[in-house]
């Protein structure tokens, strides 16, 4: 089981998208995967069909230890993809857990629940930030994917991110590694995107995804539908794209193995 958060302190990067598309991808190729909603906005949980109030636990009452992870899980539409839903009263748990003692580790200790043979892939989403949702989210993962938008303040935001991710790994989980950068919201008629995607590369050489997610209408319509775009248009430029980055994803796994 591979647990892989997916984080960027900056906003409107890509990243609930990533997660959604990447987790619908892994499960059309019949391999369980799990996502799970770590941002209290809960756009990774509407992205998928399920809406509010029609779910009694999720992941607020997983890190309050008030339920188990397993019982958590829902169903989506895709046989091979489930979700634990999140929801807005999750703001709450950084404030709840103030003063519990291991509170970064409550989402490691529900991991440990889950039957390791039961999902192949298991998705944070984080929210944007590098509070104690997201601290809780890598300090329970085996890595850490960013997604980055090809922009001028791209990197600035990347070089903090980095930093939190080297002292997680000094003071928390020493085996956290950066899965990959993946290059968001390419334009491929505007230079700057192109100048982004070459300064990214540069700097972090092959840990920058092969595969680049474009810019991409469909994208950006497939959430008020309720369904990853792959079900929304699986012909569309996003859905090839996010196809492409689970190949990548599973080769550079096989690999590693």
Do not use: W
């Not at 709840?96 to 200790?109: F, G, H, T, V």
């Not at 020493?174 to 192109?194: A, K, Q, V, Y």
């Not at 369904?227 to 590693?256: F, M, R, T, W």
């Amino acid at each position: 089981m591979k647990i892989i958060s997916i984080a960027n302190q900056k906003g409107g990067v890509g990243k609930t998208t990533t997660a959604v598309n990447l987790a619908a991808a892994l499960a059309a190729a019949e391999i369980p995967t799990l996502l799970i909603d770590c941002d209290p906005q809960g756009n990774a949980t509407s992205g998928l069909g399920l809406a509010k109030g029609t779910f009694q636990v999720h992941v607020y009452h997983v890190l309050l230890e008030e339920t188990s992870l397993p019982d958590a899980v829902m169903r989506t539409e895709m046989p091979y993809l489930s979700i634990v839903p999140s929801e807005p009263s999750l703001t709450g748990a950084e404030i709840e857990l103030i003063n519990e003692q291991a509170r970064e580790r409550r989402l490691s200790r529900a991991l440990s629940t889950l039957d390791p043979k039961a999902y192949e892939y298991v998705l944070m989403d984080c929210p944007p930030s590098l509070g104690l949702l997201t601290l809780n989210a890598l300090t329970a993962s085996d890595s850490v994917l960013i997604p980055l938008q090809c922009e001028y303040y791209a990197l600035e935001g990347l070089s903090h991110l980095v930093h939190t991710i080297r002292l997680v790994r000094s003071r928390l989980k020493p085996s956290l590694e950066l899965e990959g950068i993946l290059l968001t919201m390419f334009d491929g008629r505007n230079r700057l995107s192109h100048e982004v995607a070459t300064e990214v590369r540069r700097h972090f050489q092959e840990k920058v995804f092969r595969t680049i997610i474009p810019r991409n209408v469909r994208l950006g319509e497939a959430p008020s539908h309720g369904k990853p775009v792959l079900l929304y248009d699986v012909e569309c430029a996003g859905s090839k794209a996010y196809l492409a980055l689970a190949q990548e994803l599973i080769q550079n796994h096989g690999a590693h193995r």
